[in-house]
């Protein structure tokens, strides 16, 4: 039974430039959230999918932006990037009708 | 609103020996989860243990378990029989109907040999 996994491992940009990272949810999980974590920080909720819908966003700017696919995977996009978006990501995913959120390895992202 | 409290930066305990971690949370929410993660180095992040807000009794995982005091709205978690595997970072969270995980910004666990 797989879980969660997370595409890149790391990745290195330049500000300004543009991000796209991967995550596909454990088997039989149709929800998935995405987290920013910074150093020495507990993570910081960023939104959450369910059937292809943003279905809850925490307060981050228009910038950081996602999709879910038929097949529940998901993408963050993140435009014009910042020094201060350097950061771990963190994907999660669950069943809606359950609360448990199991996360994935994580993309750390950074900006120079 | 809900926000998670951990006071405690850093904790250290002797192998073996028990350790406790605290957490305060608040929440205007009747129904919500809680829960606590463990964070190693390597960054992958694993859930430890958690509690259903409407169960009066504690949860117990093997050597973890937990005092939830909903009154007091306080949720520590108590590793016994400390192993030099438990050394990480760890993580209270909150869950409510908004649908995300509030954490709070973590405790230090090291264990010494």
């Known amino acids: 039974d797989a879980g969660v996994t997370q595409s890149p491992t790391h990745l290195i940009k330049t500000r300004g430039q543009q991000v796209t990272l991967r995550c596909s949810p454990k088997s039989g999980h149709d929800t998935v959230s995405w987290y920013q974590q910074a150093l020495g920080q507990g993570p910081q909720f960023i939104f959450q999918y369910y059937e292809e819908e943003e279905r809850q966003r925490g307060n981050f700017p228009d910038r950081f932006s996602g999709h879910q696919f038929p097949n529940y995977s998901s993408e963050l996009n993140v435009n014009a990037l910042l020094l201060g978006d350097s950061a771990l990501y963190l994907c999660?995913?669950?069943?809606?009708?359950?609360?448990?959120?199991?996360f994935g390895p994580g993309t750390r992202l950074t900006v120079l | 609103a809900q926000t998670v409290t951990q006071s405690q930066p850093e904790m250290s305990v002797q192998e073996a020996e028990t350790v406790t971690l605290s957490c305060t949370y608040d929440?205007?929410?009747?129904?919500?989860?809680l829960f606590w993660y463990k964070q190693p180095p390597s960054r992958q992040m694993i859930l430890v243990i958690r509690q259903e807000a409407y169960k009066q009794q504690n949860a117990t995982e093997n050597r973890f378990s937990v005092n939830f005091q909903k009154a007091a709205k306080s949720f520590s978690l108590k590793i016994s029989d400390s192993q030099l595997g438990d050394a990480a970072m760890y993580f209270c969270a909150s869950y409510g109907v908004n649908y995300k995980l509030t954490f709070g910004k973590g405790t230090l666990l090291t264990v010494n040999p």
């Open positions: 999660a995913s669950t069943v809606l009708t359950r609360d448990t959120q199991y």
């Open positions: 929440t205007s929410e009747s129904d919500y989860y």
